[in-house]
């Protein structure tokens, strides 16, 4: 497409003629094949002028061409950030980021702390869009999910392509909203298919095969994050160092306030429209734990590991996940816990909290 913009009607033939040899299920490179060769003939009226199919089947190319066109003219700068990707820990080695609106997969690499982008690839998301609700919406919920397993293809149905890899949707998180449904994976393509459109999927995040094995050979279940976002927000790395060091000082804060027993510092860390995992209010559930830190014995409170994402959504809301190690007096405890900030009224707050 970019050597037809410059006039280049022979490169581009080359092209797109090494693409057909390439990926023969392609079907939306012999569509455009199609076009550059009616182009020798006589000129064009639109894209797909070639085309003899049904106008619903072409304009899903059409929308699967835009998309891909759309994603490369807004490719992000090389030392730009997603905003999500607040703070990864030593042993995260990647994430992957999907932007929905521009039908896209980001994979960043953990360079010392550092997201920095190496590849990105088109997807399919949902019939319906995003925003999963409840089963058979046919949506792409929207959050922060980690990668729970490996699926073999040679185990699955040939619809998955050569494998898949399942997201641990609903989250926590969801589960308190009352969203439903279950199976949202990343998976491939049917052998005989190269790709899909923008949207026609369950719910699930689909790529085309070479995408999904060079994606699927580098995660590490249980570790990699997968943050699907309506529509990605990317920041320069001073504006990122700035926020990483906000969301931590929002951490070191609550810490120094639980070391300090003091009742009144740790109860103003917490939003009053929070909700406990057994769907207990602020009120009930501090109760229950003021006892616990009430009982230490001069307590000292360290947070190792810790993780920062700003959660997608209309909310402005930081999901932190950390081990805290506890010494009081001569015991020594660790647990590895997970907080839902939410700011409100210009303040941090914590609506939910959980070990995980």
């Known amino acids: 497409m970019r050597a037809l913009s410059n006039n280049q009607l022979t490169l581009a033939q080359q092209k797109i003629d090494e693409l057909v040899v390439a990926y023969p299920h392609f079907q939306l490179a012999h569509l455009i094949r199609g076009d550059l060769l009616l182009m020798h003939t006589r000129p064009l009226q639109g894209f797909g002028s070639a085309a003899n199919?049904?106008?619903?089947?072409?304009?899903?190319?059409r929308d699967e061409a835009a998309a891909r066109?759309?994603?490369?003219?807004?490719r992000p700068a090389p030392d730009?950030?997603?905003?999500?990707?607040?703070?990864?820990?030593?042993?995260?080695?990647?994430?992957?980021?999907?932007?929905?609106?521009?039908?896209?997969?980001?994979v960043y690499d953990n360079q010392s702390g550092l997201p920095k982008l190496v590849s990105d690839h088109y997807i399919s998301q949902?019939?319906?869009?995003?925003?999963?609700?409840?089963?058979?919406?046919?949506?792409?919920?929207?959050?922060?999910?980690?990668?729970?397993s490996?699926?073999?293809?040679?185990?699955?149905?040939?619809?998955?392509?050569?494998?898949?890899?399942?997201?641990?949707?609903p989250n926590e998180w969801d589960k308190v909203n009352g969203r439903g449904g279950s199976g949202i994976w990343?998976?491939?393509?049917?052998s005989a298919n190269f790709s899909r459109p923008p949207l026609a999927s369950d719910g699930c995040v689909v790529l085309t095969n070479p995408d999904f094995l060079r994606i699927a050979a580098s995660i590490d279940i249980g570790r990699t994050p997968v943050i699907i976002s309506e529509q990605l927000e990317f920041i320069s790395a001073q504006q990122w160092q700035q926020e990483r060091q906000s969301a931590n000082k929002l951490l070191e804060d609550w810490r120094l306030d639980l070391e300090s027993q003091n009742a009144n510092r740790i109860f103003a860390n917490y939003s009053r429209n929070f909700k406990s995992v057994q769907g207990e209010d602020l009120n009930a559930w501090f109760a229950k734990q003021r006892p616990s830190w009430e009982g230490w014995t001069a307590p000292i409170v360290r947070l190792k590991d810790i993780t920062h994402f700003r959660y997608p959504?209309?909310?402005?809301?930081?999901?932190?996940?950390?081990?805290?190690?506890?010494?009081?007096?001569?015991?020594?405890?660790s647990s590895r816990k997970r907080q839902y900030w939410i700011k409100e009224s210009n303040k941090w707050r914590?609506?939910?909290?959980?070990n995980v």
Request: charged share 25%; proline share 6%.
């Open 313 to 333: 959504g209309k909310d402005e809301m930081l999901v932190s996940t950390f081990t805290m190690e506890l010494s009081s007096g001569k015991s020594k405890m």
């Open 186 to 190: 990343l998976h491939g393509m049917p």
């Open 80 to 106: 730009a950030i997603p905003r999500v990707l607040v703070q990864l820990k030593e042993d995260q080695k990647q994430a992957l980021v999907v932007d929905a609106k521009r039908s896209r997969l980001y």
């Open 126 to 148: 949902g019939k319906f869009g995003i925003n999963k609700f409840k089963e058979g919406d046919q949506k792409t919920p929207i959050g922060v999910y980690y990668i729970t």
């Open 150 to 169: 490996r699926l073999s293809g040679s185990k699955l149905p040939d619809f998955y392509g050569p494998g898949a890899l399942p997201l641990n949707y």
């Open 69 to 74: 066109i759309r994603a490369y003219q807004q």
């Open 53 to 61: 199919s049904q106008p619903e089947k072409l304009k899903e190319l």
């Open 350 to 354: 914590i609506i939910y909290e959980t």
